[in-house]
């Protein structure tokens, strides 16, 4: 099972998956990853994020990488947005293609263009927090 971006916005342990990505926008330099880690966790190393990270935060991890990825490549999101009835193990295989994408598109593409691919991703997910 997993929570929809609306779900996570509710959440009062959740980080807000718009204000995340906005905010990874400037950390683009660190890379797609880290950068979402960075905004998210507050931090990039285990160490560092271990003893404040919830299973909201990283439910809300994936959840970015499946709206990046989904704006990079549609097929990312064809199967719609998480929600109550994806499995684990789904809502995983989901990730793990958001991934391969987006790590497919940084090779070609540049800091500058990484940081408005996240600001389009949050604007795309500032909408679905609205949403019931």
Do not use: C
Request: hydrophobic fraction near 45%; aromatic fraction near 8%.
């Amino acid at each position: 099972m997993t929570i929809s971006v609306a779900e996570l916005a509710t959440l009062p342990t959740a980080p807000t998956l718009s204000h995340a990505l906005r905010e990874a926008a400037g950390y683009a330099d660190h890379g797609p990853f880290l950068a979402i880690r960075r905004a998210l966790f507050g931090a990039t190393t285990f160490e560092d994020f271990v003893a404040v990270i919830t299973p909201e935060h990283a439910i809300a991890e994936g959840v970015a990488r499946i709206v990046v990825g989904g704006l990079v490549d549609p097929e990312v999101t064809d199967h719609g947005w998480p929600d109550e009835t994806w499995s684990a193990s789904y809502f995983s295989n989901r990730v793990r293609h958001a991934h391969e994408v987006l790590a497919g598109w940084t090779t070609t593409h540049t800091t500058e263009q990484l940081a408005h691919l996240f600001e389009a991703a949050a604007d795309r997910a500032e909408a679905m927090e609205r949403t019931a």
